[in-house]
């Protein structure tokens, strides 16, 4: 008789331990507030746990959902049957320096956009409506009014 190897979803948690949570309903983080539950769900507030989670998916092969703020986040009823990611208020720094932006991942657009005009910034304007965030932006080759 044969055992069955741990599934990836049972081989993350294991790695991730307390930093992962199980069965976790992903709608309420969308913006259509519709959807199932993740198998894993990890928002992460540190560094350290960042690199955690992609050893986690690195070495266990889990599919991964990183769900920003959730805008064109449509998730089925059924869930996700793998790792949610949410990066935390860590990685939503914003620092203006001259005419050079850094923003985390996690950093609201609007906020990106409202801060870069209030340093005397322009070009990013068309992002202050746009209810998504920075890493989403750039996966998603965000772009707004024609921009």
Do not use: C
């Not at 599934?7 to 790695?15: E, H, I, L, Q």
């Not at 703020?69 to 990685?91: C, I, P, R, T």
């Amino acid at each position: 008789m044969s055992v069955a190897a741990p599934s990836p979803v049972g081989r993350a948690a294991a790695m991730l331990g307390s930093l992962a949570k199980r069965q976790v309903p992903i709608g309420p983080l969308t913006t259509y507030r519709v959807g199932g539950p993740a198998a894993l769900f990890v928002r992460v507030e540190r560094d350290e746990d960042l690199a955690a989670v992609g050893a986690a998916v690195r070495e266990t092969g889990i599919d991964v959902l990183v769900v920003g703020k959730g805008s064109n986040l449509l998730v089925a009823d059924a869930g996700f049957d793998g790792l949610a990611l949410v990066l935390g208020e860590h990685f939503a720094a914003i620092e203006i320096v001259g005419t050079t932006v850094r923003a985390g991942g996690s950093a609201a657009l609007p906020v990106v956009a409202r801060r870069t005009a209030a340093a005397g910034l322009t070009g990013f304007e068309w992002a202050v409506g746009v209810p998504g965030s920075i890493g989403g932006a750039v996966r998603m080759n965000a772009g707004g009014h024609g921009s």
